[in-house]
Each structure stands twice: as structure tokens, then as C-alpha cells.
């Protein structure tokens, strides 16, 4: 059993490498896996690892704690559940102690029953403790009881330890830049969701539901291997488009309604994120296609911001810019663009941002800005959405008649290369003429 289908086992390893190096020797990080969690009764949400303990061990089970020690002779340490024939009769076997040094690169394992006797003996030396308190009890109690032991051995000669600090930042620092292996697996979960919405465009029709929609969708993905999506569909009819995350998926589409399709497949626990627009009668209105034209135009706008160097948010700078000459070429606004722009004035219209880290979680991991507030500079590897949108609610006051309950967004995935940026969505088809009569 490999951890990944594409991340290699050298992969993990050097992630941990990387991720020692930042915690520096003498100090010890915990990571904690996610956990089962009650839907109702006893039935349980499907599990689904953590991402960042995901990213540094590929260990895929519930109820685990990795443990790192860099300058120590055994560094990494796995407590895990071990084999239970009772359970596993149940609920199907388990990963056990041997394999998740076999497997998994643990250099020990341990019963993660016997965390509260073997953690406190790992921290006890450590001058910091990396752990995200709040995690879990257990730990923020043997946390607790460190500081508190260190602090009373100070009049014995011992050694105070010195901080208890978070390690997610290192850890979303490293999962910001993606490896070839990592854009593989995202490549692959583009292209099932490219599929997907292929196979639903002729499925697309007034008088189906949403959910059939989604439904349908889903389906092809489950088809075409991706486990599980990456977040929950959106599949918005009509004015039910202007609900940025609309996820109840049960109106019935109506003759001239516009669909909105927000979706991603996952692969390899990596996801995509792509928005398309469909007309349910597989034609525009004129007023449809002219908003349709307003979006797209903004959105190729954005992707061409995409370079090495330039801010994260030049992208949503550029969008908006196009953005507010459709308002107003719509009738919509009034003025100076420059007027409108700082006076937000699109924000009823457009009320989101243009791009997003996109990664092993939809939303990825990764900052937006330096601990001085300045935007982060684009750097090779990094896989960000570019997402602009229209929105006309019906209870915003002064839209025209003829524009409400329009919502249209486009949504790709873009990948920052070495000299600019490649779309590893651009064969789900975008233009107005691609998808219209």
C-alpha cells in the first residue's frame, strides 16, 4: 500500500524534512489527524483526513498523532490504532503499528493508547513545542502539564521551555508551492471534472431539478474514479444563482434560466474548483449573453495578471476594472470608474473575490498577505482560481427589470509557471458561442 497515488514515498519524506528543518533542532512538533464525527445516531460522516496531516505522513486513518523531533535519532513518531480483529470485523481492517513504519515512514510507532504515558516523555526536552492548541484535550493537557512541570523545575536547575507555537503556518507555507506530483493529481481531478460537465451538458434541460443535475454530475465523477468531491456542488437555477454558495440543489429549472455550476472532483485527496454557466434552454438572451460577455472579458483579463511576481491580487484588480465598464455599459452604475472602484460601489453586483489557493483543500492552505499587509507575490507552483462574477438579486433595489435574478460566474484553475501561467481547466469550454446556440 502506497500513502498516494501520485505523492511518492521519497515525496512525504522530503515534506518532513522540510517541515523539520523549520521547527529547528531541540524542538518537537504534534500534528494531529482529523477524527470520525457523528452525522446523527451512531452513523458517521464519511472520514476524510485532515490535510495537513494528510500532506506530512499519508496516513489516511482517524485518531492519530505525528509526532517530529529533528535532531534526534528516531524524529518521527506515529501513534496510530492498532490492529482490533473485533472492529475491524465491523468497520474493516486497520493500517497497524508495523505498517506505518513499513508504509508510511514512521521511525516508531505506538499504540494510540498509549499516547498520555509515551508524548510527555517526547516533549519533555523539547526547548519549543509547535502543537495548535485546541486540537485536541488530550494534548492541550500534556501541553498544559509541561508547562507547568518546566516552570516548577526551574528552582531544580531544569530547563525552561521556552514557547508553545502553532506549526500550521509553517506547514501552509510549505503546501503553497506544489510539487510536479501535486499538480498531477490536481491536473487529474480537472480533468474528471472536465468530463463530468461534459457528459451533464446535454442532460441539462428545463424541467429537471437540480439535484438530478447534481445527481448526474456526481455520478460521472464516481464513475470515472474521484473517491469524492471536493466540496459540495453547487448547481444554482435562476435567481437561486445570486447565493454564492447555494448548496440546497432542489429547484426545478425553468424554461430561459440560467444554471450556474460550481463543482470540483477530487483526486487523490487533492481538488478542482470550476464554475461554469450554462443557459438550461441551451440558448442566451440578449441580455444573458451581454452579462455572459461582461464576465468572461473580465475573467481572461484576470488569468493574463497571472505572472511570477505580480500580487496575488492583480488578478482581482484587473476583473474589476472590466467588471465596472460592464456595470456601467449595463446601465447599471453611473461615473468615473476610478469613483466607483474606491468607493466599492460594484459590491452589490460583485461582492466576492476574483481568486483563492486551491490545493488539497478547495480553499488551500496559504496567506494572502505578509505580516507587513503587503500582497504576496505569485510564485512558480502556486495553483490559484480565478473567479469573477456577476450578481443581480432580486433584492438589491435600481437593477433593471430585465437583469434580476441573473448570476453568472466562470471559474478556472491556474497554475503560475516559471515565465507566466497555464490553465489546467482551459479545455472545460468558456466562451459565450461554445456553449449557446
Not at 140 to 149: A, F, G, K, P
Not at 226 to 241: E, K, L, M, Q, T
Not at 326 to 345: P, T
Amino acid at each position: 500500500m502506497n500513502p498516494s497515488n501520485l505523492i511518492s514515498k521519497e515525496e512525504f519524506l522530503k515534506r518532513r524534512e522540510r517541515f523539520m528543518r523549520k521547527i529547528g533542532d531541540g524542538n518537537v512538533a504534534v500534528v494531529v489527524s482529523g477524527e470520525e464525527i457523528i452525522r446523527n445516531g451512531d452513523v458517521h460522516y464519511p472520514f476524510r483526513q485532515n490535510s495537513s496531516f494528510h500532506y506530512l505522513t499519508g496516513f489516511p486513518e482517524p485518531s492519530s498523532v505525528a509526532v517530529f523531533a529533528p535532531g534526534t535519532e528516531k524524529p518521527y513518531s506515529l501513534f496510530v490504532r492498532p490492529h482490533d480483529p473485533v472492529m475491524e470485523t465491523w468497520v474493516g481492517p486497520r493500517i497497524g503499528l508495523r505498517k506505518t513504519i513499513s508504509q508510511f515512514g514512521a521511525d516508531r510507532s505506538f499504540d494510540i493508547a498509549h499516547l498520555l504515558d509515551e508524548l510527555p516523555k517526547l516533549l519533555s526536552r523539547a526547548d519549543t513545542i509547535w502543537y495548535s492548541i485546541g486540537t485536541s484535550a488530550k494534548i492541550d493537557q500534556i501541553v498544559e502539564n509541561q508547562i507547568s512541570e518546566r516552570r516548577d523545575g526551574l528552582q531544580r536547575g531544569g530547563a525552561a521551555l521556552e514557547a508553545v507555537r502553532d506549526p500550521q503556518e509553517l506547514i501552509d507555507e510549505l503546501r503553497l508551492i506544489k510539487s510536479r506530483g501535486e499538480i498531477t493529481a490536481l491536473q487529474r481531478a480537472i480533468d474528471i471534472t472536465a468530463a463530468g460537465l461534459a457528459h451533464i451538458r446535454d442532460y441539462i434541460e428545463p424541467g429537471r431539478t437540480e439535484y438530478e443535475v447534481q445527481g448526474t454530475l456526481e455520478a460521472e465523477y464516481r464513475k470515472l474514479g474521484s473517491p469524492r468531491d471536493g466540496f459540495p456542488s453547487i448547481v444554482a437555477a435562476g435567481h437561486n444563482s445570486c447565493t454564492l454558495h447555494y448548496i440546497d440543489n432542489r429547484a426545478r429549472i425553468k424554461n430561459g434560466d440560467l444554471l450556474l455550476l460550481d463543482t470540483g472532483a477530487e483526486w487523490d485527496f487533492y481538488s478542482a474548483d470550476v464554475s461554469r454557466t450554462y443557459p438550461a434552454n441551451g440558448k442566451f438572451t440578449p441580455v444573458q449573453k451581454d452579462v455572459y460577455e461582461i464576465v468572461w472579458s473580465a475573467q481572461q483579463t484576470a488569468i493574463e495578471a497571472v505572472r511570477p511576481g505580480a500580487s496575488f491580487y492583480d488578478p482581482h484588480n484587473a476583473a474589476v476594472r472590466i467588471l465596472i465598464e460592464g456595470l456601467k455599459d449595463l446601465k447599471v452604475l453611473k461615473g468615473n470608474r476610478k469613483s466607483i472602484e474606491s468607493s466599492f460601489a460594484y459590491r452589490p453586483y460583485y461582492m466576492h473575490g476574483t481568486s483563492h489557493w486551491l490545493g488539497l483543500d478547495v480553499h488551500d492552505a496559504g496567506k494572502y498577505r505578509n505580516a507587513d499587509q503587503t500582497p504576496v507575490a505569485l510564485k512558480p507552483g502556486m495553483v490559484l482560481t480565478v473567479e469573477p462574477g456577476l450578481y443581480f438579486p432580486r433584492t438589491v433595489p435600481g437593477i433593471p427589470s430585465e437583469l434580476r435574478g441573473i448570476g453568472i460566474r466562470i471559474e478556472d484553475d491556474i497554475l503560475v509557471t516559471r515565465t507566466k501561467y497555464r490553465n489546467l481547466s482551459a479545455a472545460i469550454p468558456s466562451k459565450s458561442k461554445e456553449i449557446s446556440d
